[in-house]
């Protein structure tokens, strides 16, 4: 029996690079041999004590614990999380930052391909050609579509304020991320004084930051992933925080395969307060490598099904394209 995790970095976002990964990879491998797998709280630890933030790798690990954990008691990992499937998932897609007539021109292909929910990159200087960007493509789609945006810290205060408030009559749902993730003063500004609801993306990580971001009145919404919590374990306190704080969160996604995906579905299924879902990251793939898992229907619903833990796994013969470490 095994368990099965992938992990995403990047390096402008978790300060990790493939080889650094790989090689922390092995030594962890090393240090839970003959460990109990269940024992997940403490392997989360050790991977904190062995070294700080590389919470990509660690995500990997922590995914493949649960997956076995679940495997072991022969039952779905949502409800080894305590979660169902009543809920409703309906991805966005998104619309990259591009010049303005291309964006446009990828929302409609969306739309036409049967979203009903746009994620709009944005983040340029000065801020006033994305709200151009954000005005055109809401007269292209129309008023039906819901459309969110996100800065990727690319605004300061005074370009956050200008935009946000020229924004404010375009039916956005809300705006990750507008200035920089270490600007707490800002991030309080901004958050009280915008028309257009702030979700905190990168400033927050973990749980430590959740409960800053929150106490400070920082953001009104969190974006909770995987690949930035370190995996389930420490995205479970992230959601536990927002809900103690009656806070709405979503649940995003790096550049993940359906397995990653697959995973954070699961935790989705466990939260109530989760109730926007950016898990678009399959589609931008080349190829899809991985066998059983979360499936889009053509409304771009998500679903899972009860197959014993996460239910994906990587494809055998996509992996024996690729060197492959041991470690024993």
């Known amino acids: 029996m095994y368990g099965v995790g992938e992990c995403c970095p990047y390096r ?65 990992l949502y409800r080894f999380l305590n979660g169902n499937t009543q809920k409703e998932i309906i991805t966005d897609n998104t619309v990259s930052l591009l010049d303005e007539d291309k964006m446009v021109e990828k929302a409609l292909k969306f739309v036409g391909q049967g979203f009903s929910i746009l994620k709009i990159k944005l983040g340029e200087r000065p801020s006033v050609k994305d709200v151009r960007r954000v005005a055109a493509i809401r007269k292209a789609v129309g008023d039906d579509i819901v459309m969110r945006i996100d800065a990727n810290q690319g605004w300061n205060y005074l370009e956050a304020r200008k935009a946000l408030n020229d924004m404010a009559d375009f039916n956005i749902e809300h705006c990750e991320e507008p200035i920089h993730a270490d600007n707490l003063p800002d991030q309080i500004r901004i958050t009280a004084e915008s028309p257009i609801p702030i979700m905190a993306d990168e400033a927050v990580f973990n749980h430590n930051d959740a409960l800053r971001i929150i106490s400070s009145n920082a953001a009104d919404l969190i974006n909770i992933k995987l690949g930035k919590s370190g995996g389930i374990c420490n995205a479970m ?15 995003g996604s790096f550049s993940e395969s359906r397995l990653g995906i697959t995973a954070l579905v699961h935790f989705d299924l466990a939260w109530s307060n989760i109730i926007y879902h950016d898990l678009d990251s399959p589609l931008m793939l080349s190829e899809d490598p991985v066998i059983g898992g979360m499936k889009y229907d053509d409304k771009w619903r998500v679903t899972i099904d009860d197959t014993p833990g996460h239910g994906a796994d990587f494809d055998p013969v996509f992996l024996k394209r690729f060197d492959c470490a041991v470690v024993e």
């Open 237 to 251: 306190k992230i959601a536990s925080i927002a809900e103690a704080a009656d806070m709405y969160c979503q649940v």
């Open 12 to 76: 402008s976002i978790h300060g990790e690079t493939q080889a650094g990964t790989i090689a922390f990879a092995k030594d962890l491998a090393a240090a839970l041999i003959g460990e109990d797998p269940a024992d997940i709280r403490k392997h989360v630890h050790t991977m904190n004590r062995m070294i700080v933030g590389n919470a990509s790798v660690k995500c990997a690990f922590d995914m493949a614990l649960y997956d076995l954990a679940a495997k072991e008691l022969d039952m779905p």
